[in-house]
Structure formats: C-alpha cells, structure tokens
C-alpha cells in the first residue's frame, strides 16, 4: 500500500478506501483519533449553523438553483487528498464517483458539499454577492467558526498521517 496517496481524483478516492479498509477500525479504536473527530464533527456543525443564521446557505441555494451559479466548479474535487478523503470515510460519509452536474465539482450533491471534511478553499470561500449582503459581523463570527473548524482538521489530518505511517512502517 502506497504511503502517499495517489494524484487522480479516481485514485485518491480508491486509495482513502482502501486506507479506510485497512486501518478504519483501528483508527476508530484510538480515543485521539474519535477525540479528534469528535472535535471536528463540533466545529463543522458550528460554522454550518454560523452559515445557515446568517443567511449565506440560502444565498448559494438561490445562487446554484434559481441562478445557475454555483461555487463549487468542475475540478475542485482535485483540490482534496487522499487523507481527507479517508477522514471523510471515518466520519461516515460515502464519497461520491459520480458526479451529480457536469458543470460543478464531484463532491457536490443535492443538498450542497456531499463531503463533511471539506478543503480549506471550500471552507473558506466566500463571493462578492454574500460579502455584499450578508452583515460584516456575521461574516466574522463565520470566518471565527470556520477557524475553529480548518484547526480541527488540520490537527485530526496530522494525527491520522502520522498514526497510519508508524503503523504501516511497522
């Protein structure tokens, strides 16, 4: 089993699969790694609710529906590792194959991100139509939220890499 994930979109999804076949249930029996996810759940649930008061998930809804926008474009999905991916299994979420819209990113499903770890761009951006419209103190309590959600990440990232490359080493 390869150390690093793969580059294609395709192969990294496997690779996470395969990670997540292989190591799974031994990462969930770590009490750092369910802390760590744990952590992570919270933070997520944080700015998505940061998100929905504040008006911005009905903004992209209208956006992507009524518009024919969308900021989730065709290749974001390139953007994401292999770790994050496997993170995502470890959170429960089935990583989609198959897009849902030709024209957007594979990750995005019905109800917006199908992913619940999401790429530091995805968390983070936000366009001209919400930074226009939407109050500058929600935005902050957003960007605050979403603060807490990227170190989440990052740490439980870092614990998970450095957990599977000690038992893969062994």
């Given at each position: 089993?390869?150390?690093?994930?793969?580059?294609?979109?395709?192969?990294?999804?496997a690779?996470?699969?395969?990670?997540?076949?292989?190591?799974?249930?031994?990462?969930l029996?770590?009490?750092?790694?369910v802390?760590?996810?744990?952590?992570?759940?919270?933070?997520?649930?944080?700015?998505?609710?940061?998100?929905?008061?504040?008006?911005?998930?009905?903004?992209?809804?209208?956006?992507?529906?009524?518009?024919?926008?969308?900021?989730?474009?065709?290749?974001?999905?390139?953007?994401?590792?292999?770790?994050?991916?496997?993170?995502?299994?470890?959170?429960?979420?089935?990583?989609?194959?198959?897009?849902?819209?030709?024209k957007?990113?594979?990750?995005?499903?019905?109800?917006?991100c199908?992913?619940?770890?999401?790429?530091?761009?995805?968390?983070?951006?936000?366009?001209?139509?919400?930074?226009?419209?939407?109050?500058?103190?929600?935005?902050?309590?957003?960007?605050?939220?979403?603060?807490?959600?990227?170190?989440?990440?990052?740490?439980?990232?870092?614990?998970i890499?450095?957990?599977?490359?000690?038992?893969?080493?062994?």
């Amino acid at each position: 089993m390869a150390e690093n994930p793969p580059e294609g979109t395709e192969d990294k999804i496997a690779w996470a699969e395969q990670m997540f076949e292989l190591f799974g249930r031994r990462l969930l029996d770590q009490s750092s790694i369910v802390d760590l996810l744990e952590r992570l759940r919270g933070a997520i649930q944080a700015s998505h609710q940061a998100m929905a008061s504040s008006g911005i998930i009905e903004i992209c809804r209208t956006c992507d529906q009524d518009e024919g926008g969308s900021c989730c474009g065709i290749g974001l999905e390139r953007k994401y590792d292999g770790w994050i991916l496997l993170i995502n299994l470890l959170l429960g979420v089935k990583v989609p194959r198959k897009k849902l819209y030709d024209k957007s990113c594979l990750f995005l499903g019905g109800d917006g991100c199908s992913l619940l770890a999401r790429h530091v761009i995805c968390v983070n951006y936000l366009c001209q139509k919400i930074t226009r419209h939407i109050d500058p103190a929600s935005i902050k309590a957003l960007r605050d939220k979403e603060g807490e959600e990227l170190n989440a990440l990052f740490f439980l990232h870092e614990e998970i890499k450095m957990t599977v490359r000690r038992w893969q080493a062994q």
